[in-house]
């Protein structure tokens, strides 16, 4: 690593205690590539334009003559655009989210949520032509003998249809609403400025459900999401200095590169953030010292991972809880003495916004509790995807009754 790389860590607003068993061989799942920056790819026809989106996340990505295969991690998302050339895609489960949109100069964009039950492999196929952002036209019909009596249409029976909720989404929703995603907490809209620093909470756009009058009557928070403590950071104002977020926001520098590799860290692949308004905080210093508060670690028994937060260590109530945080396996470091000498803290459950299907019925964490759909069309209507639902049991969580 260049000199010219200063590390410095960030600490982040809200801290939480972590520090669970989580069975280590679950790092097989980890994400091998993730895009920070905008990344061009090039066919054997070089006219074709085709962009890798920063933010975007893949384990392998083979680039063919005339084709893409790209494997995407569970709940993770990987977007590709192109100018000139309209995007087909195959492979993909039902479970996976696809959406494709083609805007007012025709260029397409292709976004991939995979499911949080598994990695998906899709292929993506550039066409011979931009995509076009008009409606496609009906066929027309073909001229008649004088003599035919044509059959009368049969009248269809209408679908019965019912509306879209106007209600208020629960705690952990995330909403979008004209252009902004706000998470709703604490029955507050916090907004999210970056999708830089909207993905460093592990979540996906696939996550996002379309905002109701009754959450834009909610208040604004008189804060913003910025990036989740933890999180290493490039800054993107000097485009060297590397950061750590923690606690309220703050960006913790390293005192040196030694110190900032002793604890593990690397840097590869950083999200790069502008951090100017982040205050500093205390630099870090001595890596006999337990990890900076977010930092994953894990434990002596080269087994368990613990979430550091709060100055505690917490564990996680399974494997599938600490996916829904949308945590990267490879972020996981390795823990030391002071780390494992942390007092240990409550178990880390599902992240409130988590959709489970438990027993027959789709659940929503919110606020630590279980919130019950009356049905499957009680959820797709509040605007919900039973795609991101994960199979899971509820039994040690309180009912909070039905989602209202």
């Known amino acids: 690593m260049k000199n010219t790389l200063r590390a410095k860590l960030v600490a982040s607003a809200t801290v939480l205690g972590l520090g669970m068993s989580l069975a280590f061989a679950g790092i097989a799942f980890a994400a091998n590539l993730e895009y920070s920056v905008d990344t061009n790819v090039t066919f054997t026809d070089t006219a074709i334009n085709f962009v890798i989106q920063g933010g975007s996340s893949a384990t392998t990505l083979v680039v063919n003559a005339t084709t893409v295969v790209v494997t995407v991690p569970l709940s993770d998302t990987f977007t590709v655009i192109s100018s000139n050339r309209s995007l087909a895609h195959t492979g993909e489960s039902a479970a996976s989210v696809i959406t494709l949109t083609c805007n007012g100069v025709n260029a397409q964009t292709l976004l991939i949520t995979a499911p949080a039950g598994g990695a998906e492999t899709i292929t993506i196929t550039p066409g011979s032509s931009a995509c076009s952002s008009g409606s496609g036209g009906g066929g027309g019909g073909g001229g008649g003998g004088g003599a035919v009596t044509?059959?009368?249409?049969?009248?269809?029976?209408?679908?019965?249809?019912?509306?879209?909720?106007?209600?208020?989404?629960?705690?952990?929703?995330?909403?979008?609403?004209?252009?902004?995603?706000?998470?709703?907490?604490?029955?507050?809209?916090?907004?999210?400025?970056?999708?830089?620093?909207?993905?460093?909470?592990?979540?996906?756009?696939?996550?996002?459900?379309?905002?109701?009058?009754?959450?834009?009557?909610?208040?604004?928070?008189?804060?913003?999401?910025?990036?989740l403590e933890g999180s290493l950071v490039l800054d993107a104002s000097d485009g060297r200095t590397v950061y750590m977020i923690g606690q309220n926001a703050t960006k913790r520098g390293f005192t040196s590169e030694q110190v900032f590799q002793a604890l593990g860290y690397n840097f590869a692949n950083l999200p790069s953030i502008n951090l100017t308004d982040y205050p500093a905080g205390d630099p870090i210093a001595d890596s006999a010292l337990p990890h900076p508060e977010?930092?994953?670690?894990?434990?002596?028994?080269?087994?368990?991972?613990?979430?550091?937060?709060?100055?505690?260590?917490?564990?996680?109530?399974?494997?599938?809880?600490?996916?829904?945080?949308?945590?990267?396996?490879?972020?996981?470091?390795?823990?030391?003495?002071?780390?494992?000498?942390?007092?240990?803290?409550?178990?880390?459950?599902?992240?409130?916004?988590?959709?489970?299907?438990?027993?027959?019925?789709?659940?929503?964490?919110?606020?630590?509790?279980?919130?019950?759909?009356?049905?499957?069309?009680?959820?797709?209507?509040?605007?919900?995807?039973?795609?991101?639902?994960?199979?899971?049991?509820?039994?040690?969580?309180?009912?909070?009754?039905?989602?209202?």
Do not use: C
């Open 150 to 227: 044509p059959t009368p249409t049969p009248t269809p029976t209408p679908t019965p249809t019912t509306s879209p909720s106007t209600a208020q989404h629960p705690n952990g929703t995330l909403v979008l609403d004209n252009g902004t995603v706000y998470l709703i907490q604490n029955g507050q809209r916090v907004g999210f400025r970056d999708a830089t620093e909207y993905q460093s909470h592990g979540y996906n756009f696939g996550q996002v459900v379309p905002a109701t009058d009754a959450d834009r009557a909610l208040p604004m928070s008189t804060t913003i999401a910025k990036a």
């Open 294 to 404: 977010g930092a994953l670690v894990l434990g002596s028994d080269g087994r368990t991972v613990w979430w550091v937060l709060g100055g505690v260590r917490q564990g996680f109530e399974s494997e599938a809880v600490f996916n829904t945080y949308g945590f990267d396996w490879g972020k996981i470091v390795t823990g030391n003495d002071a780390d494992n000498a942390l007092t240990e803290g409550a178990l880390v459950k599902f992240r409130d916004g988590t959709l489970v299907y438990d027993g027959g019925t789709y659940y929503l964490i919110s606020d630590g509790t279980k919130k019950m759909f009356s049905s499957v069309s009680d959820l797709t209507n509040r605007g919900y995807s039973t795609a991101n639902a994960i199979n899971a049991s509820l039994a040690n969580y309180a009912s909070g009754g039905n989602v209202e």
